[in-house]
C-alpha cells in the first residue's frame, strides 16, 4: 500500500529535523517530501550567528590572564581560578540552553539537525565555555558544507586539541591521543591503520596547540620536522598534510557514510546502498549537502522498513515534544537534568566516541521516565527522578533531584522539602495551534487522526483505550488529554 505524503514528510521532519511543528500541521499532507525537503534545505542556507553565552566578567578575566601570560609567563590566581570554573560551567549550561531553543523554535532545522549529529560525531567534553562555543560555531557552520573542511577546523580548534591532550605532544615527547581519535573515531575507523601510522601522524601534529582565548596557535620550536610516513605516503609532514591522506583514503567517505546511514536513515546498515552513497560522497570531494540530498530525495529512504525504525535520543524526544506544544518553560534548566536522567546532555559526551545510540536510550528505568514526560505537561503528577553524580554534569552542583508537581493548569511545580538540591519548572502550554488544526475533524475520527499525527508506527493499544483514559467532557480537553495519552505510549519513543 502506497505511503501518503503526511506520513512520508512527518518521516523526513523526524530525520532532517526534530519532528514537526505545530504550524506545520496542514502543510504534511499538501506538499511531496522533494517539496518539503527543498523548503528544508532552503531554510537552512543562511550562515548561522555565532553563539556567545560568556558573561563579561569572563572575558575580561580570560583577556587579562593572555595579557599577564605574555609579560609575566604567570598563571590565574587560585581565587580567580575557582571562579572562572564557576563561570564557565554556568557558561556551558547556558550554551546547552540556548542551542536546545534553536532546536526547538528555528526554522533551520536541516542545519540543526545536522549541526547534532556531527556534535556526536566529534564528541568533546570541555568546561571551557569559550571552547566549547567556538567549536559548536565550526560544527554549525560547516553542517551542511564540506566535511574536509570541517575536520581541519575541528582539528585545529581549542576545544579538541585540549579534549585530545595535543597540549602535551611535542617533538622527542609525542603524545598519540589526537592522532588515534583523528584516525580512528573521525575518519578512517578502527582497523584501517597500523600503530606506527599513529604514531608518525602524531609526530605531524607536534606543535599544534591553543591560547586560553581559544585561538589556533603552531608552536613551531615543539614541531617535529623530520620526514614521516603514514599510511604509506613518506614526508615532510605536518598535521594538514596528514588530514590530507586521510581524506584522500575511500574508507573515510566510507566510515563516515555509514555513521550518517545509521544515524539518518536506519541503525541496520545495507551495504550496497552505503557503498553506493560513499563513492558518490567521495567523488563529490566530501559535500556534505550532496550526500544528504542523495538520502532524502531517494525513494529507499521512505521505505516502509524506515519509518519509525529508530528510537528517539533524549535531545530528539525533549525537544521534538515542544515543538508539537509549544511551552514556555520558566526554569529551562530542569530540561538539563532531564538530559543527564535520560542519558544525553548536551557538550557532555560520556567518551570521546560520542553517544552510542540506538537500543542503548532504553533500559527499563529510562522507558518508563520518557513514557512519563508528556503526562507531566498536563496532569497532575508528583515525581521525584536523581541521576549519578557527575560534578561536570552537574554544574559544580552535586546529588541534584528532579522533583515536579504537576498543576491542573499544566504547570510544573518542585515540591516537598528535600536535602537535595531541586530543579524547579513551571510549562505553560500553548495548546490554540494544535487543538485549532483538528476542528474539522470528527470527533469520532479524532484520537486516529492525532494517532496518525503522533505516531510513525501503529499504536500497540487501541484507540478506545486511550479514549477510556482521556477526558471526555469536552471537545478540546479531550484532544489535550488523548495527546498526552497517546505521547505516553512506547510507540512515541520511535521516529
Keep these: 500500500m502506497a505511503l501518503s505524503n503526511q506520513l512520508k514528510n512527518q518521516h523526513l521532519m523526524w530525520r532532517a529535523g526534530f519532528g514537526p511543528a505545530v504550524e506545520q500541521l496542514p502543510d504534511l499532507s499538501a506538499y511531496t517530501p522533494k517539496q518539503f525537503y527543498k523548503a528544508l534545505v532552503k531554510a537552512s542556507e543562511k550562515k548561522p550567528e555565532y553563539i556567545d553565552v560568556a558573561d563579561d566578567y569572563l572575558k575580561g578575566l580570560f583577556m587579562g590572564a593572555e595579557e599577564i601570560g605574555r609579560q609575566q609567563r604567570k598563571e590565574l590566581p587560585e581565587a580567580d581560578k575557582k571562579k572562572a570554573q564557576q563561570k564557565n560551567r554556568e557558561g556551558v549550561r547556558n550554551l546547552n540552553m540556548y542551542w536546545m531553543h534553536e532546536m526547538v523554535n528555528s526554522a533551520t532545522q536541516f542545519r540543526e539537525k545536522m549541526a547534532f549529529f556531527w556534535h556526536g560525531h566529534f564528541a568533546c567534553r570541555n568546561l571551557n565555555v569559550f571552547y566549547q562555543q567556538g567549536l559548536l560555531d565550526v560544527l554549525r557552520r560547516n553542517a551542511l558544507g564540506n566535511f574536509g573542511t570541517m575536520l581541519k577546523e575541528v ?50 601534529f607536534t606543535g599544534w596547540a591553543a591560547n586560553l582565548r581559544g585561538d589556533f596557535i603552531f608552536r613551531r620550536f615543539q614541531h617535529d620536522d623530520e620526514s614521516k610516513t603514514v599510511l604509506g605516503r613518506t614526508g615532510n609532514f605536518d598535521g594538514s598534510d596528514v588530514l590530507d591522506i586521510l581524506l584522500e583514503e575511500k ?14 536513515v536506519n541503525d541496520t546498515p545495507d551495504t550496497e546502498k552505503i557503498n553506493w552513497l560513499a563513492d558518490r560522497f567521495y567523488k563529490s570531494g566530501y559535500e556534505i549537502s550532496k550526500l544528504m540530498e542523495d538520502i532524502f530525495t531517494s525513494e529507499w529512504f521512505y521505505d516502509e522498513i524506515n519509518i519509525g525504525a529508530k528510537i528517539k535520543s533524549p535531545v530528539e524526544l525533549l525537544v521534538g515534544i515542544q515543538r508539537m506544544l509549544p511551552m514556555k518553560l520558566e526554569n529551562e534548566e530542569a530540561l538539563m537534568l532531564l538530559q543527564r536522567v535520560l542519558g544525553q546532555l548536551l557538550f557532555y559526551p560520556p567518551n570521546v566516541a560520542g553517544w552510542p545510540g540506538g537500543k542503548s536510550w532504553i533500559d527499563s528505568s529510562t522507558l518508563m521516565m520518557r513514557m512519563r514526560i508528556p503526562r507531566l505537561i498536563n496532569d497532575t503528577d508528583e515525581m521525584n527522578v536523581s541521576a549519578k553524580d557527575d560534578d561536570d554534569t552537574m554544574m559544580g552542583m552535586k546529588n541534584g533531584e528532579l522533583a515536579m508537581k504537576v498543576t491542573k493548569n ?5 515540591t516537598g522539602m528535600n536535602a537535595r538540591p531541586r530543579q524547579q519548572v513551571n510549562a505553560d502550554v500553548d495548546w490554540s495551534g494544535y487543538v485549532k488544526f483538528y476542528e474539522s475533524t470528527p470527533r469520532e475520527n479524532l484520537a486516529d487522526t492525532m494517532a496518525k499525527i503522533l505516531l510513525q508506527v501503529k499504536p500497540g493499544v487501541s484507540m478506545d483505550l486511550i479514549k477510556q483514559y482521556a477526558d471526555q467532557s469536552g471537545r478540546d480537553i479531550f484532544i489535550k488529554t488523548a495527546t498526552i495519552q497517546i505521547m505516553s505510549t512506547p510507540e512515541y519513543q520511535l521516529c
Design 155 to 204: 582539528s585545529k580548534s581549542a576545544a579538541m586539541l585540549n579534549f585530545l591532550n595535543n597540549q602535551q605532544n611535542r617533538k622527542d615527547h609525542p603524545n598519540e591521543n589526537f592522532a588515534r581519535e583523528v584516525m580512528e573515531l573521525f575518519t578512517l575507523g578502527r582497523g584501517h591503520y597500523t600503530e606506527n601510522d599513529i604514531k608518525e601522524a602524531a609526530r605531524a
Design 410 to 414: 499544566g504547570g510544573l511545580k518542585s
Design 251 to 264: 574508507q573515510t567517505a566510507l566510515y563516515i557514510t555509514q555513521k550518517i546511514y545509521k544515524f539518518f
